[in-house]
């Protein structure tokens, strides 16, 4: 089988612990060459992982002997590399955040099709949100009535490299971070649509650092509200919180994090969702789009995300994380910073 010809924009921290590793232990996926404006970066890993790196002021006449192009730059320099991906029709993977309105994210997709254009929400793939999946398909706590969002961090750190200046990041944590988990609640939850009906916010030009704000996604099963505070200066009790009818179910997001069914009255922990037992309980069903697979690493889900894009390239299927299935993530983000930039 011809392995898929990828060429990487963007030699930075996330292609050299995560994309790589995954692309080049894929039998379907290879790396034709990596560029970066920096080309200490792309030396770097070149001489890391024995992958030809670019040199010279642009890509633009290599982009045309590959099948795929890996977009790992700042979001705020991406657009001239998706139109040239356009105009000679190669495929495009783009790291997030994609976009920060509907109409944004659905200039990008134009001329691409659903297969050949992927947005690297990788953590669709994590077994977490396979079992928050398989609970919103299976139902065994009743009706969704409410949801909760909370990510808050002091740092110290403060901002360095591009994730301090808001025309290369688009802005500030929501953005950079957050952005992971506001898919996930679409995802899981089938919305169709999105409104924010209230926020609170305190940014300095576009870069948000402590947001407060209320939602409503509109689903199969009617409005669901759904709150969320996300910061970098405040610690938060931090969790996805999901309120059904028959039960409070809790789970921190990460890969292999237990999912906690509470008492609606008490708040006491019933029931712990987690490892090998659960495969045959409420997530048994595959969580939409992914095939049943399910991340326990970050790395896993990488790969699982680069088996699932090399798949439907294939076999011409959309694929878990194309593009259009995450417009509506694009629109939250958008009601969310409409008036912080
Ligand atoms: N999906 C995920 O889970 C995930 C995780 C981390 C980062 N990311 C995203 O990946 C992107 C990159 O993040 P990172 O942590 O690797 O950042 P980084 O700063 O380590 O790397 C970015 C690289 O892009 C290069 N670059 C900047 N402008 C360029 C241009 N015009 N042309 C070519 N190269 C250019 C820089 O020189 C740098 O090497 C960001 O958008 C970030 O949000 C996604």
């Known amino acids: 089988m011809e ?4 060429g990487i924009i963007g030699a930075g921290a996330i292609v050299e612990t995560t994309h790589l590793p995954a692309i080049l232990s894929l039998p379907e996926t290879g790396v034709a060459w990596v560029y970066d404006k920096n080309e200490t970066r792309s030396s770097m890993l070149s001489s890391m992982y024995g992958i030809p ?3 010279g002021a642009s890509p633009d006449k290599a982009l045309k002997d590959v099948d795929v192009c890996l977009l790992a730059t700042p979001y705020g320099v991406r657009k001239p590399y998706i139109d040239r991906c356009r105009e000679l029709g ?4 783009i790291e997030k955040p994609f976009a920060f309105s509907e109409q944004e994210h659905k200039a990008y997709c134009q001329g691409f099709k659903e297969w050949a254009i992927a947005v690297n929400f990788q953590r669709r793939f994590y077994r977490s949100v396979a079992i928050l999946n398989g609970i919103m398909q299976t139902r065994p706590f ?10 808050g961090n002091f740092t110290l750190k403060g901002g360095s490299g591009f994730i301090s200046n808001v025309g290369l990041a688009g802005g500030g944590v929501i953005a ?5 988990i506001l898919d996930i609640m679409l995802f899981i939850t089938g919305a169709s649509k999105v409104r924010v009906t209230q926020k609170k916010c305190l940014h300095v030009a576009g870069l948000d650092y402590d947001t407060e704000f209320d939602s409503e996604f509109t689903t199969p099963d009617g409005l669901i509200p759904v709150s969320c505070a996300i910061s970098t200066l405040r610690n938060l009790d931090n969790g996805l919180y999901l309120d059904f009818e028959n039960a409070l179910v809790s789970c921190d997001v ?3 994090g237990a999912v906690f069914v509470r008492d609606r009255q008490s708040g006491r922990v019933e029931l712990e969702l987690q490892g090998e037992a659960l495969a045959g309980n409420v997530a048994s069903q595959p969580p939409a789009g992914s095939a ?3 991340a326990r690493r970050i790395n896993e889900a990488f790969f699982i995300f680069w088996q699932q894009f090399a798949e439907g390239m294939l076999k011409q299927k959309p694929n878990a994380t194309s593009a259009y299935s995450c417009l509506l993530t694009s629109a939250w983000l958008e009601g969310v910073y409409s008036t912080l930039k």
Not at 90 to 93: E, I, Q
Not at 142 to 151: A, D, K, N
């Open 3 to 6: 392995k898929l010809k990828i």
């Open 53 to 55: 790196a670019l040199t």
């Open 90 to 93: 190669k495929a495009l993977v």
């Open 142 to 151: 009743g009706r969704l009535r409410s949801l909760r969002f909370v990510q």
């Open 176 to 180: 950079e971070s957050a952005s992971h």
């Open 254 to 256: 990460s890969p292999d």
């Open 292 to 294: 049943g697979l399910q």
